[in-house]
Every structure is written in C-alpha cells, then in structure tokens.
C-alpha cells in the first residue's frame, strides 16, 4: 500500500510494536539492544503530525517515531485515549472539584 510515512517505517502497522534498531538517528541501525519496542502513547506534534512513543523492554530507552498512513487506527486510538480510561487518581476526586 503506498500511504505517507510508509517509506521509512519502524513499528508494525497493525499491533505497532517496533524493535529497538535505533539509536542517534533514525535508519542508524546502531542499537545493541535489540528490545522490543512497546507502544505506550501517541503524542501531537507541533505542526499536528501524531507520533507513537515507544519505551524499549530490555533497557527502557525511548523514541518517538511518526505514523504512518496505513497504521491502524483502532490502536491509534486505543493508545490516545488510554490516559481517560486509566487515569492517574480515583475519578470520584473530580466531584470534590
């Protein structure tokens, strides 16, 4: 399929988990680690891109890689909204607000 973002990829479209290849710069293949890579969140960039943040499971290192065009977008969203479907307190603080 040819959707943007597709040419330089790190992470699978579908579950994207990616492994820890990289280390300075992206395409560097200087990683010794070789970790998997676990999708924790999505972020927003400046100019509106959406990026996956990924912490590696063998040395905790993490790295923020843009979407692609064909990444699936029911993980995507499972990943945004994750925040408000575990949030850091007990909801029941937000009615003493």
């Known amino acids: 399929m040819d ?4 040419q ?4 699978c479209p579908t579950c994207l988990w990616s492994r820890h ?20 969140a999505v972020c927003v960039r400046a100019d509106g891109e959406w990026a996956l943040v990924h912490r590696c499971g ?10 692609a065009g064909d990444d699936n977008p029911l993980a995507l969203m499972h990943l945004a909204v994750r925040p408000l479907a575990q949030p850091p307190f007990p909801l029941e603080w937000l009615i003493r607000v």
């Open 3 to 6: 959707a943007p973002g597709t």
């Open 8 to 11: 330089h990829r790190n992470h």
């Open 21 to 40: 290849l990289d280390d300075e710069v992206p395409g560097d293949r200087s990683a010794e680690c070789s970790g998997s890579m676990e999708p924790i």
């Open 58 to 67: 063998g040395c905790d290192t993490v790295h923020v890689n843009r979407i």
